[in-house]
């Protein structure tokens, strides 16, 4: 099922925008590398560790690739902020971060501010209006609202 341009709004455009944040940060850190082929596997060293009695970190399941596609269509939204309006840029590509497990974002509005030296509410706004553009030049060339999926 396809989009049409009407139903494009600020708020699908952040749903959309924090999906692709968590499934970002989802992936795996590492992957396989050719270092595996010239070394041996690590081998459990001790019947502690064969049971699972260390602590590890918890950490989401890998993305299916329906989601890493949409994922790089969400994120090929952010560059359709014009250039010259980076701190917007900035701002709705940190926000669009939220971790996986706990939903949270991993900028809240007040950590922004800190970081741009601007009031939490400029960022709130900064936020509103990077999210505003998007909707508008995707309003304005219709021939991309059809290929981001719902």
């Known amino acids: 099922m396809t989009v049409t341009e009407h139903s494009i709004d600020a708020d699908f455009v952040v749903y959309r925008l924090e999906e692709a ?25 001790t019947a502690v560790e064969a049971y699972g009695w260390t602590e590890g970190r918890i950490r989401p399941p890998a993305p299916s690739s329906a ?8 994120m ?11 701190v917007l840029r900035r701002v ?9 497990i706990t939903d949270r974002h ?30 508008q030049a995707l309003e304005r060339d219709n021939k991309m609202a059809p290929h981001i999926s719902a």
């Open 21 to 45: 944040g968590m499934t970002l940060l989802a992936l795996p850190g590492t992957g396989w590398t050719t270092r595996l082929r010239s070394s041996s596997l690590e081998i459990v060293r």
């Open 76 to 86: 090929g939204l952010i560059p359709l902020i014009p250039l010259d309006r980076y």
């Open 92 to 100: 709705v590509g940190a926000r669009s971060l939220v971790h996986p």
């Open 67 to 74: 989601k890493i596609t949409r994922m790089d269509e969400a």
């Open 106 to 135: 991993l900028f809240p509005w007040r950590r922004l501010g800190a970081a741009l030296g601007a009031d939490h509410k400029a960022v709130q706004r900064w936020h509103a209006q990077g999210i505003a553009l998007i909707v």
